[in-house]
C-alpha cells in the first residue's frame, strides 16, 4: 500500500494498526518501524520489568499481578493472577504455554502483538516464568503466521545471547528456557487443552475438564499455565509501574486497556487500543477517535462484539459500555476482542453461513453433537441460500442447535420483544464450547431477521422429500 | 535409508532436544519435512517417528489433523483466500472467483506450469485488511482482482512479490513448505537444561532459595 493513500492514524509499516488517542499499554511501541528489534526495546525501558521483578521475591511478584487484576485476554477473561494460583502444591516440574495460536473470526491482536514487539511478549514470559518457579515456557505460534514466526525467533535468539533467557538470567539463580512452537492450521488447538495436546505432538483434540484442567494436569500430565499473548504483554509494563496505576486505567473490574479489531462496514477499521469499560460501541464506531462511522452513511443492521462465536448485537445494544460484564448480561461476550460491523446491505443468511462454516470446519470431530451438528447447520443454510429450503428447515436449523447447546440460547435479539436476554455462556452436550459457538449466529439470525430466511424459503423450490421404492433401489 | 538431508537432520535432532518429550518435536518435524520436499511423503513420516519415538501411523494420525500439512503435491506457491465473515462482507466472494478463472484450476489442484495451487481459507488474521489473500503464508491485504494478477505475474517471472504485500514483510518469497524464514537456535551454553518431566521433581532453585 502506498503512503499516500493511508487514512491518518494508520502506521504504514503496522498494516491495520490505527494510532489513536487514549493510554498505550502494549502497543506503546508500535509507532516504531523496528520496534521488534531488542536494541529498540532496551531503548525503550525494556527488560526493566524483568529486572524489577528479579528484585522481589516470586510471591511478590505474583501479588502484584493478583493485584493488578490483570483479566485474560483470550476470550474468557479469567483473572491471570488467580489462574496462576491454581497448581497444586508440591507438584514439580511446571511449565508456560503461551497461546498464541489467534484463529478466532475476526480477532487479530496477538499477531500484531507477536510482530511488532515480540521482545515485550517474551518479558511477559518471563515475568510468570519467575513468579510461578516454571522450568520451561512454550511460545505456541499458530502455524499461519510466519512473520510473527519469524520475529519472534530472531527476538529469542537476542534475548538468549543477551543473557534475559536461559542460564542464571542477569546473573540470578533464575533460570529458564523459552522455545517457540508452531502449529499447523486447527482453529480448534486455540482452546486450552487441545493446545496442549497439539503440543504433546497429538491431534489437537479437547480434553475433558475435569479432570483435565490445565493447571492441575497440563503439558506431560504436569501443572500448566495457559496464558494468552496479550494477557502476557501486559505485565512488563504492570511490573514497571506498579498494579495501582494499572488500575488508574480502564474500569474497576476490568482495569487495563485492550486490544480490539474492529472489521467490517466501518470507515476506518483497524486494531485499537482502548481503555476497558469506558468507551461505548456507539462511540467504538461512530466516533472521530474510533472508527469515523458506517460506509457510506448506511445504518448498521447488526455486529459481532466478541468473535464468531458471540450472539449478534444490533442498533439497541449500541450504548453498551466495551465491559465484559455488561455485555454478558446483554446476552453477548466480548470475547476476543473481535467486532465485526455489518451495515443495512449485508444478507443475514449468508452472513450466518458464512460463520456457521467457519465452526463446521473446524470441529475436530471428537464429540457427535458437534461434528455431526454443525455439518447439519451448514448444509440446511447453504440449501436455504441456494433456493432448495424446505419450510421445515427454520425449525429443524434451531433443534439441531439445540442438541449441541441445550435450553433457550442466550441472544440480545430476544430484547425487541420485551424478554430478558439470558446471560452468557450457553449450555453444551460437547467438551469444548466450538459446537455451541455455531449456535449463536443461528439463533441471533433467526429471532431477528427471520422475514429473510422465510421469503427466501416461500420462492424456493426444494427437491421433493420421498423417493419412489423403484428410485431407491436403482 | 534417511529422509532428511544430513543438513536437515541435524537440525531435527536440535528441534528435539528443546523438548522434554521427544514426540512434542512432531509438528515442528513435519513442517521441516515439508520445508524439504513441499509436502509429506512416507518416508518422510518413517524417519520422524524414529526420531520422535512414535509409529509413522501415529506421525500420520497427527499429520492430517493439521490442514497445513499437505499429503500429495501441491504447487510451488499455495495462494490462500479468506471467504470468512469479515473478507466476504468486502468482496471476497468475487475475489475467489477470479482466482478460479485465472489460475483455470479446481481448488487444492496445481497449475499446469507446476506454480500454483489455491484453496479457500477460513479467517487469516487480518479482518481490518479485508478482503485478504495469502500466498506461501505472506500476506496480501485490501486484495483487488489487479493486486492478485500482479503478484502472479511476478511469481512466474520469478520476482518476489513481497513489496506489494504486507508493507511489514518484505524480502525474498519462500518456496511452499518454508515458513520462518530463520530458525531459533538456543546456544548450548546459554541453555538452562531441558529435562524429561520424571528428572525435574522438585521445585527450582529460585524457588526454593531465592535470587
Redesign the interface.
Known sequence: MKESSLQDGYIEHAPGFVQNKGPKLVTSRFEHKDSFTLEKYLSTGGYKGLQSSLGRSPSQVHDEVREATLLGRGGAGFPAGIKWGFPPEGVWPRYLVVNGDESEIGTYKDRLLMERDPHQLIEGVLIACYALGLSQAFLYVRGEMALAQERIAIALDEAYKAGYIGKNILGSEFSVDVVMHWGAGAYIVGEETALIESLEGKRGMPRLKPPYFPAAIGLYGKPTIVNNVETLSNLPWILNNGASEYRKFGSEASPGTRMFAISGHVNRPGVYEVEHGVTTFRELFYGDNFCRGIRDDNELKMFIPGGGSAPWFFQEQLDLPLEASDVGAAGSMLGSGAIVVMDETTDAVKACLSVVRFFARESCGKCSPCREGTTWEEKILQRILNGDGRPSDIDLLLDVGDNISPGPYPVAAFSDEGLDAVPFPPRQTTICPLGPSSVAPIVSAIRRFRHEFDSLITKSDPIPLTLSVEEVVT | MSFFTSENEEIAKEIVS????S??????L??LAQEQEGWITKPAMEQIAEL?N?TSVEVL???T?????KFHPVGSYLV?VC????C???GADELLEHIKTVLDVEEGEITEDGLFTFEEA?????????PCF?V????F??ATKELFDEVIVDLKAGESPLSKG????QGAMPKHGT?????????K???????H?DE????????K???
Open positions: 528443546r523438548y522434554p518429550v514426540r512434542s518435536a512432531l509438528i515442528p513435519l513442517h520422535t512414535t494420525g497427527t499429520g489433523f493439521y490442514e497445513m500439512f490462500k471467504t470468512n465473515i469479515s466476504q462482507l468486502l477460513e479467517c487469516v488474521a487480518a479482518c481490518t485488511e479485508a495469502t506461501n503464508y505472506r500476506y491485504h485490501r504486507a508493507a511489514d514483510d515458513l520462518s524464514r530463520v530458525r531459533q537456535q538456543i546456544p551454553s546459554r541453555c538452562a537444561g531441558i529435562k518431566p525435574s521433581k522438585s521445585p527450582p532453585k529460585w524457588i532459595e531465592g535470587v
